[in-house]
């Protein structure tokens, strides 16, 4: 049974900086693409970054594109999504979620587990 745990999220101010965690276990870590997205309420939810089996290749949505950082450390089964100077733009649930094989990618269905989420709000 594949279980994907996010961790890290909370209330923040304008400005301050969060790391989000998510843990794997289930499946062999390595050998899979991750990735991580966001749902505000009444919207759909959206890619925020991705990052291959090996870590050498990442994507990230244009929004975050220079305040935030997707990494990952296969020996300890787990994805970071690094978020400096928040906005109240960023609030939203977070989830991760495994790819289908070792690429990223910024499509949905490229998506085969997901976690539960975790919940980042920023006050302005």
């Known amino acids: 049974q594949v279980q994907l745990v996010e961790s890290g999220g909370g209330l923040m101010q304008a400005g301050e900086s969060s790391r989000l965690s998510c843990v794997v276990s289930g499946r062999s870590f390595s050998n899979y693409g991750m990735g991580w997205w966001r749902q505000a309420p009444g919207k759909e939810r959206e890619i925020v970054a991705s990052?291959?089996?090996?870590?050498?290749?990442?994507y990230l949505t244009d929004s975050v594109k220079g305040r935030f950082t997707i990494s990952r450390d296969n020996r300890k089964n787990t994805v970071y999504l690094q978020m400096n100077s928040l906005t109240p733009e960023d609030t939203a649930a977070y989830y991760c979620a495994t790819t289908r094989g070792s690429w990223m990618t910024s499509a949905i269905e490229g998506y085969e587990f997901w976690g539960q989420g975790t919940q980042v709000t920023v006050s302005s």
């Open positions: 990052i291959s089996a090996s870590g050498e290749t990442t």
